[in-house]
T-cell receptor, first 114, second 115 residues
């Protein structure tokens, strides 16, 4: 069964600190892996997209890594800000994809405190 | 939220009522999707559409209906047959090229509550 599991479920960090969120998946083969940020009561917004051949992708203070051998991805947030408080969702798109298959993780809820 | 809008932001439904959630996009995307989000669960696909006048059931389509009469619009009706409709509903769109999907753009969501 294709699954995407994220850890930790929730995380609280001090403003200015770094943190790393984990995503483990069993989807294989896959087309790409995406990280989304979802603010409370809002829709998810794409942070990074990585194909199976990419190891790392950055978007400002967000850096995603991918290890296709171990089927793990991580999202590293540098110098956290209060506005980083949100849920972070990992999504894996399999191959082949008929257009409706998106495997969503349950998300990591991040709270940044001053 | 990009060029995809949902309305209303909050919606209250009485028992036995049908309600319709609006989703509009101006991104010229072929594919559109409806998801349901519940606390502690990943997004679950309700319906999706890749072209006008065609749509397919997702994993949890029971109690829901959709239409795709225009490329820009993909409304979702929550019928009285949906026994537990209280949830956060997200609409998304993406470019659809045969066999490949691009980034999904999500709307701001509609929170539906059953009274």
């Amino acid at each position: 069964k294709n699954q995407v599991e994220q850890s930790p479920q929730s995380l609280i960090i001090l403003e200015g600190k770094n943190c790393t969120l984990q995503c483990n998946y069993t989807v294989s083969p896959f087309s790409n892996l995406r990280w989304y940020k979802q603010d409370t009561g809002r829709g998810p917004v794409s942070l990074t997209i990585m194909t199976f051949s990419e190891n790392t992708k950055s978007n400002g203070r967000y850096t995603a890594t991918l290890d296709a051998d171990t089927k793990q991805s991580s999202l590293h947030i540098t110098a956290s800000q209060l506005s980083d408080s949100a849920s972070y969702i990992c999504v894996v798109i399999p191959l082949p994809n008929t257009g409706n298959q998106f495997y969503f993780g349950t998300g990591t809820s991040l709270t940044v405190i001053p | 939220d990009g060029g995809i809008t949902q309305s209303p932001k909050y919606l209250f439904r009485k028992e036995g009522q049908n309600v319709t959630l609006s989703c509009e996009q101006n991104l010229n995307h072929d594919a559109m999707y409806w998801y349901r989000q519940d606390p502690g669960q990943g997004l679950r696909l309700i319906y999706y559409s890749q072209i006008v006048n065609d749509f397919q059931k997702g994993d949890i389509a029971e109690g829901y209906s959709v239409s795709r009469e225009k490329k820009e619009s993909f409304p979702l009706t929550v019928t009285s047959a949906q026994k537990n409709p209280t949830a956060f509903y997200l609409c998304a769109s993406s470019i659809w090229l045969a066999g490949l999907t691009d980034t999904q753009y999500f709307g701001p969501g509609t929170r539906l509550t059953v009274l």
